[in-house]
């Protein structure tokens, strides 16, 4: 494994020292183009579990009490106090993405990441409408390691000041005070405004996805909230996607044809989990299904199709998983052949996740990370409410060092010179 590791980082170093500025993005009807009015073929992966926490990213999520980014903070500023929280939270984020991953990334044929992040890693949590002395640390980096490698970013606002919604990862589970508090909705007003002003220029940036999936509201409200958003954004930049999300009840419904609302640039943003989540359970039927329009001809990927054809307005599957619990072989023929067919269709794609770790670590029958821990460096079942400081500072710096286990049947398929049909993909014995 550290041969193929080696191998692969080679490959990404050599292909990252070739690479041209990249062109600012733009949205035309159905289509993401560059500058110059080019398709622009979208495919990459999201950088979870870096910037806000998703704790069973780490199989820690049934260890102790603590589930969620909130549940963390709240455990280290009552251990610790709050300046030694924040020094171990740079500790996280300094290990749980290094440039070893944007390696890798590139060496997996992927030319765009969606950045998730929550409100406080750029707003002093204490002093509202206040940057925090560090705001820009992490997403100026990310957007340095992007460009060096010619990739693009798209900056996710994953959990929202108050949250969005009451899943764990607005950041606070269960929460989901952000549509009944106008004062939350200003200061994330005032937050893109910030953001848009900083990138405004930045071509690597490929477009600002406003708000993840915001379900703690109905489809109106959130339609009304994210075009409030949009005209608070196109006050400071003219220049960037912006990026509306989509809803659980009735997808993207409630917004109509954007155009009719004096919206340009924009595309819609929708998280499709063949296999997961209740939609069916992982394998080839479900995934062919839904890449071949249904029974009728006229559902799955068609369906969305003549939606966007309809409202004239470019898509973005923010995020997808077609690998997991599929057997490796299998699942890396599934995953190219669901970026070609996205691709088909002008749509750009950014799988979940990057990186997910276990407390057993291997790729086993497919894991929800295109790489994974090695067996050989399990993660420790850390309680940390009770953990002592320096097992979870340990923890924490073995993230940026531990040994992975790469997908290597997906890495081999999204890197193929030859497309994938789902048509032609067989079930593995």
């Known amino acids: 494994m550290k041969t193929i590791l080696s191998a692969v980082l080679a490959l990404a170093a050599g292909t990252a020292a070739a690479q041209t500025p990249l062109p600012m993005l733009h949205t035309q009807g159905t289509q993401w183009l560059t500058a110059e009015g080019k398709p622009a073929t979208l495919r990459g992966t999201n950088l979870g579990n870096w910037l806000i926490n998703e704790f069973w990213m780490m199989e820690l999520d049934k260890v102790g009490p603590v589930d969620d980014q909130c549940k963390l903070e709240a455990a280290f500023d009552q251990r610790f106090g709050y300046a030694e929280r924040e020094r171990l939270m740079r500790l996280f984020r300094d290990n749980w993405i290094t440039p070893r991953d944007w390696d890798l990334m590139r060496a997996h044929g992927l030319n765009v990441v969606r950045l998730p992040f929550i409100y406080s890693v750029i707003e002093d949590e204490k002093k509202p409408r206040t940057l925090r002395a560090d705001a820009w640390r992490y997403l100026d980096d990310a957007i340095a390691q992007a460009h060096k490698r010619g990739m693009y970013v798209i900056l996710d606002l994953h959990g929202a000041v108050g949250s969005q919604g009451i899943e764990h990862h607005s950041g606070c589970a269960n929460r989901n005070e952000y549509w009944g508090t106008p004062d939350y909705q200003a200061r994330t007003e005032w937050l893109w405004q910030q953001i848009a002003r900083r990138y405004q220029d930045n071509a690597t940036v490929a477009g600002y996805s406003v708000l993840n999936e915001p379900w703690g509201t109905d489809p109106d409200t959130m339609a009304a909230v994210v075009r409030k958003l949009y005209t608070t954004i196109r006050e400071v930049d003219k220049n960037h996607v912006i990026i509306l999300p989509g809803h659980s009840k009735n997808g993207i419904d409630a917004y109509g044809k954007p155009a009719d609302h004096g919206m340009t640039n924009v595309a819609f943003e929708m998280h499709p989990y063949p296999g997961h989540f209740g939609w069916g359970k992982p394998g080839l039927a479900v995934h062919k299904e839904w890449l071949t329009c249904g029974p009728d001809g006229k559902g ?130």
């Open 300 to 429: 799955g990927v068609c369906e969305w199709d003549a939606k966007q054809r309809k409202l004239q307005t470019a898509l973005f599957i923010g995020e997808m998983q077609p690998w997991a619990f599929m057997g490796l072989e299998l699942g890396g023929q599934v995953a190219r052949a669901s970026f070609d067919t996205y691709a088909k269709y002008g749509w750009a794609a950014t799988a979940w996740s990057w990186k997910v770790v276990t407390q057993q670590g291997g790729q086993g029958i497919g894991k929800w990370g295109f790489v994974t821990n090695a067996p050989t460096a399990k993660v420790p079942a850390i309680d940390f409410t009770k953990a002592p400081l320096a097992d979870i500072e340990n923890l924490f710096r073995s993230f940026g060092t531990q040994p992975y286990e790469l997908h290597q049947p997906l890495q081999r398929w999204l890197t193929s010179t030859s497309p994938r049909d789902i048509h032609d993909i067989q079930d593995q014995p």
